[in-house]
């Protein structure tokens, strides 16, 4: 089912780039996040990681020449270390299941990366609108048995 997700996000992500002109945060990410629609904890999670990765990457783009591959490797390595950081060492209550920490390591870093090419909205609503299209056609493939155990 994994593979299922991701590859059908790489094809809605390539479909949606190529038809709209915007990307859905990276590649791989509307897989990822579709596989985590039913964990609103992680997505959020993933989203203020995204955030905090893309508030440091325009800090440092404040003083420094950050463009193309260095701003990419940049986001990717901060959004690597921040998504680290919310599974070791901080706080995350387990409350009725409840853990606010990032999809991956990689992840963060993609959407921060997108978030500054073409916008927080712009990225935010193609990444869920895939996500959901991803998760929706898996349901149906699967005849409504989705289990991705992540």
Known sequence: MIEAAVGLGVILSLIFSELLGAS??????PGYIAMYLDKPSFIAGTLIVSL??????????????????????LSILIGFI????????????NIM??????????????????FERQGFIK???VMIVAAVLVRITIVI???GEVNFNV
């Open 52 to 73: 905090l990765t893309w508030g440091i990457i325009r800090f440092i783009s404040s003083f420094t020449l950050l463009f193309g591959k260095r701003r990419m490797v």
């Open 82 to 93: 921040l998504g680290w950081i919310t599974r070791f060492f901080l706080f995350t209550p």
């Open 24 to 29: 859905a945060g990276g590649i791989v990410v």
């Open 141 to 143: 493939i699967s005849g």
């Open 123 to 125: 990225t935010f609503t």
């Open 97 to 114: 299941d409840f853990k606010l920490q990032s999809i991956g390591y990689i992840i963060p870093g993609l959407i921060a990366n997108w």
